[in-house]
Structure formats: structure tokens, C-alpha cells
């Protein structure tokens, strides 16, 4: 089984900035992508920004040129760097990896989530 662990949510201003941290851990053999994705009041889970293995990243429209995903691969860790935070990113954020356990299966799993406020 694989643990996601998120951390670095809080209360911010509109304007500033937070960096949430994602650490997976387990019997992971290979993680082939890891995300980060957002469910705001009322509304359905979206994808934020996902980081595939050698690929490349994709954002969602509403948050480009403002948050950016990175991953520390041998720590097993995905990052999300959010600048220029506004009202509407106030939600709950997981964490979402996919990958391959030893034994040779796959699995997506996600963590808790961690909120994030961001006040007018």
C-alpha cells in the first residue's frame, strides 16, 4: 500500500504565495506520475497540474503561469509552488501518485488532502 502525506496548506492573502509538499511512501518500485488536483466549495475534484515521468507537465488553464509542479524523484516527492494566489483557489488539495508496486502491479492512490484559504 502507498502512503501520500501532504503538507504546506494554510491561510493566505490574495496575492501571496504557499508551497505544498507531497511525500509518497511504501513498497513503490517506480512511480510513473504524481498530480495535484483541487476540490473548491461545492464544486467536483479538478486536476491542478500533473507531472508525468519523463513527460511533460500540464497544467489546468486557470492556473497557468501562476503555480508551477515540480518532483524530487528519489525522495519520492512532488511539490506545488502557487504564486499570485486568488479567492477562487480556496479549496482542498490531494495529492494523486501512480506507479508500480515490486510484485508488478500498478496502483493510483491519494493522499488526505490539505486545505487552502485565500482571503480577499
Known amino acids: 500500500q502507498v502512503q501520500l502525506v501532504e503538507s504546506g496548506g494554510g491561510l493566505v492573502q490574495s496575492g501571496g504565495s504557499l508551497r505544498l509538499s507531497c511525500v509518497a511512501s511504501g513498497r513503490i518500485f517506480s512511480l510513473n506520475g504524481m498530480a495535484w488536483y483541487r476540490q473548491g466549495p461545492g464544486k467536483q475534484r479538478e486536476l491542478v497540474a500533473d507531472i508525468p515521468s519523463g513527460g511533460s507537465r500540464n497544467y489546468a488553464d486557470s492556473v497557468k503561469g501562476r503555480f508551477t509542479i515540480s518532483r524530487d524523484t528519489a525522495k519520492n516527492t512532488v511539490y506545488l509552488q502557487m504564486n499570485s494566489l486568488k479567492p477562487e483557489d480556496t479549496a482542498v488539495y490531494y495529492c494523486?501518485?501512480?506507479?508500480?508496486?515490486?510484485?508488478?502491479?500498478?496502483?493510483?492512490?491519494w493522499g488526505q488532502g490539505t486545505q487552502v484559504t485565500v482571503s480577499s
Open positions: 494523486s501518485a501512480r506507479g508500480t508496486y515490486f510484485s508488478g502491479s500498478h496502483f493510483t492512490s
